[in-house]
């Protein structure tokens, strides 16, 4: 499937804004775009309140998922940050993966956020690459 997933540095940023400016509770998000390619980040708030967890709000998601499709996008990712780690998708994350999109988790290594990208397909996690383009 997706062995990568291509985005611009604004995108990098938004998502980075967003879940350090909610950390240590876990932020969750969606991409949306084309082709594996990123078009916009969709921030979602996180009903489970949580530092270990997350449930995507469902009224926000639903809208945010109206927003896609009217936009003539797809839902291409969905980021969620572990501020304490691990740097990689939980078992919780593979048992609860819904959709066979990139998974975008974002960590803290030596105090700075970082992301890593992987696909859950049927229990199985492969990394896949972040691939950054310039604005045009
Ligand atoms: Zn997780």
New binding site residues.
């Given amino acids: 499937m997706a062995a990568k997933l291509i985005l611009r540095g604004e995108h990098w940023q938004a998502m980075r804004r967003h879940v350090s400016r909610r950390a240590p509770l876990?932020a969750c998000g969606l991409l949306a775009g084309k082709n594996k390619r990123v078009e916009s980040t969709l921030g979602i708030y996180n009903a489970e309140r949580s530092p270990v967890r997350?449930r995507m709000e469902p009224g926000a998601q639903w809208r945010a998922f109206q927003r896609i499709e009217a936009a003539g996008l797809e839902l291409v990712g969905i980021y969620?940050s572990?501020p304490n780690g691990p740097d990689h998708?939980?078992p919780?994350?593979v048992t609860e993966a819904l959709y066979p999109v990139a998974q975008i988790?974002w960590f803290r290594a030596d105090g700075e956020w970082r992301a890593r990208g992987f696909q859950i397909e049927g229990g199985k996690v492969t990394e896949i690459t972040l691939e950054f383009i310039k604005p045009e």
């Fill in positions: 876990e997350f969620h572990h998708p939980s919780t994350d988790i």
